[in-house]
């Protein structure tokens, strides 16, 4: 044998190793595939038999009782903000006392966009 025989030889070996590897990707690649395909079918059917629930609904049912004393606080916080911002002026307060002054000083980081009434805060 020769060395362009040879050279012949060792390519064609390259080649039917990488075309054997290619056939066993080509048949892992459908296993999984066909896997994901069974997946996400059943993910579909269970999906369709579960109630369809309103996200209104739930948020309704949602007990009050369970948030922090923190978090109710800045619930109420945020709806003095919305209320000073609605329907007074920062400048319309004469001398204020802590209290006014720490929301007015809050209320600067906000605006309330008058024709959706959404509050939004300053970035």
Known sequence: MDLLE???FFHE???KKLLLELERNLIEDGRK???IKKTRDIFLET???EP????KSSCEEYNDNR???HAKRVDERIKQIRELLATKSKRS??????????LVGAASH?????GDGKLYKKI
Not at 52 to 55: F, G, I, P, Y
Not at 93 to 99: D, M, R
């Open 6 to 8: 040879l050279e012949e």
């Open 13 to 15: 070996s390259i080649e």
């Open 33 to 35: 595939s066909n896997s």
């Open 47 to 49: 999906a369709s038999k």
């Open 52 to 55: 369809k629930q309103d996200l």
């Open 67 to 69: 948030r922090s004393k």
């Open 93 to 102: 307060f004469g001398i204020l006392t802590a209290k006014q002054a720490s």
């Open 110 to 114: 906000y605006w309330l966009d008058k």
